[in-house]
């Protein structure tokens, strides 16, 4: 499945991109990291906004290629991402539950019926010739 990309000429598309990315980034790498690390806040995440937010007020259509490079990269790393999480959810959760359900057994498809238990089965009636003379 592939993301819909902005077009070159879609400057509000490409606006946001930038004042997004300007704002996010040094949130992320002042802020978020640091603290959860426990190291102290670099200074260089401050030179992103600086290039990012007057290109995206002035002259969006510059950051065409880097959001394309952008959505290339972490494309890529949507999709491995993806597949690690739901290869994780089955591992750690869905085999589980089946082995224990199977040792249990609780699974319903491996239930026999027996032939002496009740049927649900109708058989059905040849239709009358008066019943298909006026079938509404």
Known sequence: MK?????PTDHAGL???GVSMG???PLIFMALIPWLLNYSTPLWPVLIPLWLL???MLTPG??????????AVFGVVGIINTYLILSLVFVLLITPMGLVLRLLGK?????RKSFSE???????VAPEARNLEEPF
């Open 3 to 7: 993301a819909k990309l902005l077009k």
């Open 15 to 17: 606006r946001r991109f």
């Open 23 to 25: 704002l996010a980034l």
């Open 54 to 56: 007057p290109l995206a």
């Open 62 to 71: 510059l950051l065409y290629y880097p959001y394309r490079l952008w959505m």
């Open 107 to 111: 699974l319903q498809y491996q239930k």
């Open 118 to 124: 009740h049927s649900n089965w109708q058989h059905s």
